[in-house]
């Protein structure tokens, strides 16, 4: 089928990519002129593990192009695609400017018989006020790619969910993805747009959750990782999203909960479970400097490193990254802030002095901490690391080491290791 996507994100670029891969002959549309210059070289603009192979391969077999001219490339579509952003406005109200934008820039070139698909997240009830307004069956088929994972999780979904009004688009669905495994869930399109919010509060739910208990666990000394395991075990909890730390970040779980609450708001309709998810983790920033203060005394005049920028590892995404609230928190409290992470781009707090390695961000510094798990991290050699440092103090938000590795260490090297919903490692002072 000819498909068109419109907007190149995370989302679009990667979808795009996956439906050529899957046979598909795709244009990709964004208005972001430097964007789609890049693509045409063959540059990719966002890093994303294995996207850039499969953008090449599908460029040189010709089943993939981008272009910054919606009407060409929809006016010889069978299936359209809309994955621009929705950001969160003022007071978590979702901000639908980039697809009002996108369904007007489509009003006049939209073919009779293509089929129109919202992939983009979207308030409830949106879709079919598009539909309304376009009169005809548009789908919503919302998205739940991950990234750092997003061309795996394309191809492996758990399911694809449909909601849509008629026979003919779920068949057309079945025909874009012919190729995946998944079962398919069709609905209207008012569920399937609640499916969507629905799944990123739970999870975020999940996160906030094991995070109160590791806060309850530091004060009562038992350890939330045993915790996570003991009760990940019993399947009706699983194991998934139960990794106590710095708190979610990234540009879907903060604003997916505000709009889910500002939806309630609208409706007259309560949502307490998903209001103390999102309260729980606007306080995961402050705990963490709240940890280095006490380990440090006070942090007026202290150096301190941030390992890990980007909101999760792979990814050089920062979007709503824990890092932000840390850095201007420790900024405030009149501490110096140096940081290292290997694939962040555009941090957005300018004071912070970001640098080039491990070695040279956590030289002199007072304490280190670390914001996000990348691999590199895991593996670093604080022997040759620790006297470095000025103080050494580590603060680790994502329980990267065992703590009878840190004690182990500490017998040699003085140390302070404080971790999350974990005995602290103190054999410093
Ligand atoms: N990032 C993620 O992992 C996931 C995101 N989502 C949802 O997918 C949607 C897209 O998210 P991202 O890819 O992260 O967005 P993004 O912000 O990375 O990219 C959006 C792209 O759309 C382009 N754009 C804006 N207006 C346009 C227009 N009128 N015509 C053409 N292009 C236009 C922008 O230039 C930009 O390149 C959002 O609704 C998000 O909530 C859903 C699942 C996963
Ligand atoms: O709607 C979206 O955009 C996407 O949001 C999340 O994907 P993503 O934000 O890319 O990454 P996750 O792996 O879910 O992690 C989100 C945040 O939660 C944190 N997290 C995750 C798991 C955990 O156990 N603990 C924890 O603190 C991560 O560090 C990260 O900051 C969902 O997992 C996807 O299914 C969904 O499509």
Redesign the pocket.
Known sequence: MNVTV???????LTTAAALAELGHCVVG????NV?IEKLNRGDVP?WEPELAPLIAKNRQAQRLAFTTD?HNAASQADVILV????PAGPEGKPDLT?LE??VS?LTDCLPSDALLII????PVGTTDQIATRLQRDVVHN??????GS?VHDFFHPDRIVIGCESKWAAGRMCRLYQGITAPMIVCDRRSAEMIKYTANAFLAMKISYINMIADLCESLDANVEDVARGIGADHRIGHAFLQAGAGYGG??FP??TQALLYMGAQTGCSLPLVESADQINQLRPRRLVTKAERALGTLSGKRVALLGLTYKPQTDDVRSAPSIAVSRMLLEKGAEVHAYDPRARRFPVQQVAISPDVDTAVRDVDAVMILTEWDEFRHMDWKRLLPTLRCPVIIDGRNLYRLEEMRELGTTYPLHYLSVGRPEVNTWR
């Open positions: 419109i907007g190149l994100g995370y989302v679009g549309v964004d208005i972001d964007k966002v919606v994955a621009v952003g929705t980039q934008r996108a820039d992939k983009s997240t979207v919302p998205e739940f790619l991950r990234q997003a540009s879907c604003k997916d």
